[in-house]
Nanobody, 116 residues
């Protein structure tokens, strides 16, 4: 079971980034997928989640209306579109999946830095 994130980088406040997380080793479409982030010096926090079929999503209050989670089950990939980025969005972003058969799996993380 493996998750590989990509798409992070340096962006100015108000800018946009799209993160991707490609999965392997499990039946992707059966599992809810989530994005977490860990700001510098702080604990990891849930950002967004999406159900297996992709019909249901949920977001942290701090990102509602700015971030959109989506998935392409044919490509075994989950996305996080981040718009109107703020300096407080600076963090390492992690993709996550958890299940009774696979346990909890984290990707390696991708750094997002929002700075002028």
């Amino acid at each position: 079971v493996q998750l590989v994130e990509s798409g992070g980088g340096l962006v100015q406040p108000g800018g946009s980034l799209r993160l991707s997380c490609t999965a392997s080793g499990f039946y992707f479409s059966s599992y809810e997928m989530t994005w977490y982030r860990q700001p510098p010096g702080k604990e990891r926090e849930l950002v967004a989640g999406i159900s297996g079929p992709g019909y249901n999503t949920n977001y942290a209050d701090s990102v509602k209306g700015r971030f959109t989670i989506s998935r392409d089950n044919a490509k075994k990939t989950v996305y996080l579109q981040m718009n109107s980025l703020k300096p407080e969005d600076t963090a390492v972003y992690y993709c996550n999946v958890v299940g009774s058969r696979i346990g909890r799996v984290w990707g390696q993380g991708t750094q997002v830095t929002v700075s002028a």
